[in-house]
């Protein structure tokens, strides 16, 4: 098969480093990965582009690339399954991270936030005589985060990193859960209190951006979310985030549906001047073209019998929550 | 062709003009539309939050609803859609699904697991087809271009959606703008976060979402964007103004919910559309298609 790859070099030793495209075509075996395609190239074709990988085999991490635009184990991706109709696709490095060269970028920003979650286990008391133990179902729980093997893929296409280099990230917050699940951690609420903070768990758009590309079936955002519950659950309630979720629960279980009108003057507080005059501008332009929710909201009717419903949910939840394998994931 | 009818809270809050443009699009193309109208809220993702199980809880009890009546669901929110077909998934399990119709029991309702959630947007493409479409277009959109604004919930998780079922799927605003005459304009983001889930919470972000989508969709050319999601509409659309303060520069990129665009090509009054009520005016757009400006 005659394919052409459309790579998206950088040099930075070029006189004026500039990002150009640079197209290659070759020809490979339907079973090639993209990886072996570009080993090629710069074994055959072009020595000087500049790319990283190690096990090829999916399990380093180190191969993370944009094919077509998504972040992908370039390893682990069939070139017969990316090209288009004219047998061509496109390579380019990771997104929010700093570009070294071509095609490897620098992970350094990355490493730092992995640093800040504090990935290692923080047990209280004094120690065990023997080993730490913890129940296996718990640690069957985990393996599903222990499989990241940090290539950065969730990383590079994070929609809240696009626009906010502060957000400590995908990778590192599920790496961040793998310690506040683990029941031999014995700073569960001091963690989740500092992942509370700004550039943490409220941050993240729920976009599931990372759970789409990680190659790994980490499915960071899940984890994300399963630390809100558990922050909540363990009486962390003073962040807009909180506030917002716990005040649209309280809403739907009035009425059966979303109060609109209500929903930010509760989250922020009917005395939170400040933020209430902030969204002012924005009520005044949007009332005069009708475009509001009506102020007399009307509840779904027979209310009655889904509040039954609404509260009997809420309350087997509360056992359901006990058990460490009750938040279902995508896999 | 007849399904359950999924509204959604936000398309008679917040988007007041999406309920009646969509169901105005449903009878011109023949869709019988049965609403569920003691449905609750999907959550939006956002209960799920706090509670997942207990918003599983509150879709299982809609996906009975529409068993009940033996018809898949209609939604015209991708935020609806993809927050149904999360739970519609984690409840493929029949233990877990077991559990969610414990809690449904006192209402007399249960979930066997079969329910069908598809937004307008497939089902005009899937089920009525865009040869149908074509034939019926009577104002074409010719030489308007449209950016396609997915967002991400109609988007990802892909193997959730059906996407390995639909391929088709990934093109499906792109097919449909051509259909109804129209030119659709590639830009970065089409699938990117709207910044919506996060407006209470980051503004900064989530107004910066705004500010890049819309600035890379009016700089290659976009007459108009187009979006199958109300809440993305919410951002794009309510908060543009303070993202062209961000961007010290003008955009005033009209943002369409996709049954108005729809509607527009099949000839429905733009009254019924509701266009007049946008924060960021249409008229540039109906102009543009040689009509007269209309009002609310
Ligand atoms: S779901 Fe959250 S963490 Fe994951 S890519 Fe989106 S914003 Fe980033
Ligand atoms: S979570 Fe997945 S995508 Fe992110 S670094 Fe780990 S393995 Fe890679
Ligand atoms: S080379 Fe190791 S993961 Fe691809």
Redesign the pocket.
């Known amino acids: 098969m005659r394919i052409t790859i459309k790579v998206r070099r950088f040099n930075p030793e070029a006189p004026k480093p500039q990002p150009y495209w640079q197209d290659y075509t070759l020809e490979v075996t339907k079973t090639s990965t993209v990886?072996d395609a570009l080993i090629r190239i710069r074994e055959e074709v072009d020595e000087s582009l500049a790319l990283r990988?190690?096990?090829?085999?999916?399990?380093?991490?180190?191969?993370a690339m944009r094919i077509n635009g998504h972040a992908s184990?370039?390893?682990?991706t069939k070139v017969s399954a990316v090209v288009d109709a004219h047998n061509t696709l496109t390579v380019e490095p990771m997104g929010n991270l700093p570009v070294i060269k071509d095609l490897v970028v620098d992970m350094t920003p990355h490493w730092h936030k992995v640093r800040a979650v504090e990935p290692w286990l923080q047990p209280v008391g004094p120690e065990p005589q023997g080993e730490y133990l913890a129940p296996n179902e718990a640690m069957l729980h985990l393996a599903g985060v222990m499989n990241c093997i940090m290539?950065g893929a969730c990383v590079s296409d994070c929609t809240v990193l696009e626009v906010d280099s502060n957000f400590l990230g995908p990778a590192a917050l599920a790496k961040a859960y793998r310690f506040v699940a683990d029941p031999r951690d014995g700073m569960t609420k001091e963690r989740l209190a500092k992942y509370n903070a700004y550039g943490g768990i409220w941050d993240c758009t729920r976009c599931y951006e990372c759970v789409q590309v990680c190659p790994k079936g980490v499915a960071p955002m899940d984890r994300i979310m399963a630390m809100r519950e558990r922050a909540i659950g363990m009486g962390l309630k003073d962040t807009y985030g909180a506030r917002h979720t716990l005040a649209f629960e309280e809403l739907v279980e009035h009425s059966g549906r979303l109060d609109e009108l209500r929903l930010p003057l509760k989250t922020f507080g009917y005395t939170n001047i400040p933020k209430l005059v902030g969204l002012l501008p924005i009520a005044l332009r949007a009332l005069p073209k009708q475009k509001a929710p009506s102020p007399f909201h009307k509840p779904i009717p027979e209310v009655k019998s889904f509040q039954t419903t609404f509260r009997k949910a809420r309350q087997a939840a509360e056992t359901e929550r006990q058990a460490p394998t009750s938040q279902a994931h995508h896999g | 062709m007849k399904f359950a009818f999924y509204p959604g809270c936000v398309s008679r809050g917040g988007c007041p003009e999406l309920y009646p443009s969509a169901v105005a699009v449903a009878q011109k193309v023949g869709l019988d539309l049965q609403e569920l109208t003691g449905a609750s809220c999907t959550g939006a993702g956002v209960l799920q939050e706090s509670n997942l199980f207990l918003g599983d809880c509150l879709n299982a009890r809609t996906f009975a609803m529409a068993e009940r009546l033996g018809l898949p669901i209609l939604t015209i929110c991708s935020t609806c859609q993809g927050v149904m077909a999360q739970a519609r998934y984690r409840l493929q399990d029949e233990g877990y699904r077991q559990k969610v119709n414990a809690v449904l029991a006192d209402e007399g309702l249960v979930y066997k697991g079969t329910v069908e959630v598809k937004h307008l947007l497939w089902v005009l493409v899937e089920d009525i087809g865009l040869e149908k479409i074509r034939s019926m277009v009577v104002r074409p959109l010719t030489g308007l271009r449209v950016a396609p604004f997915y967002g991400c919930y109609i988007v990802r998780p892909s193997k959730v959606l059906g996407y390995d079922e639909h391929a088709e799927r990934l093109q499906a605003l792109e097919r449909l703008i051509e259909a109804l005459g129209g030119e659709p304009v590639d830009f970065p983001g089409k699938t990117r976060c709207c910044g919506f889930p996060i407006l209470t919470i980051n503004e900064r972000n989530s107004v910066a979402m705004v500010a890049k989508h819309t600035w890379d969709a009016k700089e290659r050319g976009a007459d108009a964007m187009v979006t199958p999601c109300p809440l993305c509409h919410l951002n794009l659309d309510g908060y543009q103004v303070k993202a062209m303060g961000y961007l010290k520069d003008r955009i005033d990129l009209p943002i369409l919910h996709l049954p108005q665009l729809v509607g527009l090509a099949l000839g429905i009054d733009p009254k019924t559309l509701r266009l007049g009520r946008h924060l960021i005016a249409v008229a540039p757009v109906l102009d543009k298609l040689g009509k007269v400006a209309v009002k609310a």
């Open positions: 990886l990988c190690s096990c090829r085999s999916a399990i380093c991490g180190s191969c184990l370039a390893c682990k290539c």
